[in-house]
């Protein structure tokens, strides 16, 4: 039998998602270049995918071409869409992109049937997020430049430091033990509750179930300090430990 050329497998890649609200080409195109130039080396070649759950109008085939050629002239590659009707899916394949499905929708709690009556004490319901339900993934060792660590669906403890050009991903919390440069995601798949924690904070960018704040802002908050960095009201906050 023939040696495999080659094996499909499942990955966890971060991907950013562009959330279209409305679209002026000259505007876009502004908005665009300036958030790249905020952080070129975080955004330059990131994988990219157009929301158009929130866009107001009706995306056709020319508005969709402009904006892959306007994402893609800035260094993002731009691979799908999500959110779009039927029509628009269309038109998104013909523009070569992938159709993303839609997340799924929540239940409608106020159409469920009351509970009947009962005297024994409720079961503890199970936790909705299960991004921290394995043990931690423990890393000892130095986090070098190039190197992206990823801890699926539990916590993850750096005991050494994270370096610039670094990046250190999880689906839970995420401990650093020394210093964190480099950039470091918490929560990814889901977890507003997530939080990074470190002893030295410098990273380039930090992130929280997709909401994130790049190394300008962080100068302002507990710069080579202890700290901790959480989600409030959609919005980043960095605090002292």
């Not at 993002?76 to 839609?102: M, N, T």
């Not at 990823?150 to 999880?170: K, R, T």
């Amino acid at each position: 039998m023939a040696e495999a050329c080659f094996q499909i497998k499942g990955t966890s890649l971060t991907t950013m998602s562009l959330d279209l609200y409305h679209y002026q080409p000259q505007e876009f195109s502004e908005q665009l270049r300036d958030k790249v130039a905020s952080a070129p080396l975080f955004f330059t070649g990131s994988p990219l995918f157009l929301n158009l759950a929130s866009f107001e109008g009706e995306a056709d085939r020319e508005l969709l071409q402009d904006i892959v050629k306007q994402c893609r002239s800035v260094g993002f590659q731009l691979f799908g869409c999500k959110g779009a009707s039927d029509k628009v899916a269309q038109v998104a394949r013909d523009a070569g992109l992938i159709h993303l499905p839609a997340s799924r929708p929540k239940a409608d709690k106020s159409q469920a049937e009351p509970a009947p009556p009962t005297d024994e004490a409720p079961a503890a319901s199970a936790p909705q997020n299960t991004a921290a339900s394995l043990p931690a993934r423990v890393i000892e060792r130095p986090v070098r430049s190039g190197q992206q660590i990823y801890a699926e669906g539990c916590d993850l403890i750096l005991l050494a430091p994270v370096s610039e050009g670094a990046e250190v991903i999880s689906d839970g919390h995420i401990h650093v033990y020394s210093t964190l440069r480099g950039r470091a995601l918490a929560g990814v798949r889901g977890n507003p509750d997530a939080r990074i924690f470190c002893q030295q904070l410098e990273a380039e960018l930090v992130s929280i179930n997709g909401h994130f704040i790049l190394n300008d802002k962080l100068r302002e908050h507990c710069w080579k300090q202890a700290a901790q960095i959480y989600l409030q009201d959609e919005s980043i906050q960095v605090a002292a430990l």
